[in-house]
């Protein structure tokens, strides 16, 4: 009976993988002309070991984000400290789910496809206020407007998100 019900799982994790090439296969078919996309997957990493990377770099990261929005009304109203830490974890959220992306296609791949035309601007307003988040919020200066300025770049992430 566990034989049964272990090649039923194996079953279950082989059509999952199998799905999961096929979309990665299918993202990228009209930029290649068919099939995986050149230079997607030249990686020592099984289907499998992808996957889990992906899916564990993805959900740290989201309960990071999800996380950061319990602190976002005191990061409103409770001074630049609270919203250093609010934007601190949303960004690292987002930093983590981003890592997440290098396991199911190569870090030079995802590259390739953040600097085409059409992507490259929403791109590059990302990773800079991405970065500017991170370096208002971890500068220990104080200064009239702090909160307001990391409050905008999380918006800004997040726009240049839905935005890509």
Known sequence: MGGQASSRSNAGNAGLIARARETVASAGASAAG????EGCCDSSL??????????????L???????SFGR??????????ATAR??????????????????LATPRWQLQKITEPKRLASSLIFLGSLVLTLVVACNGKEYKGKTLVML???????AALIWY
């Open 61 to 67: 990261g989201a309960i990071l984000e999800i996380g």
């Open 152 to 158: 905008f770049l999380v918006l800004v992430q997040w």
């Open 34 to 37: 068919g099939g995986l996309p």
């Open 72 to 81: 976002l009304l005191r990061a409103a109203f409770g001074g630049s400290a």
């Open 86 to 103: 609010f934007a601190t974890t949303y960004s690292l959220g987002n930093v983590l789910a981003l890592a997440g992306t290098f396991f």
């Open 46 to 59: 099984s289907w499998s070991q992808r996957l889990i990377g992906w899916a564990v770099c993805w959900v």
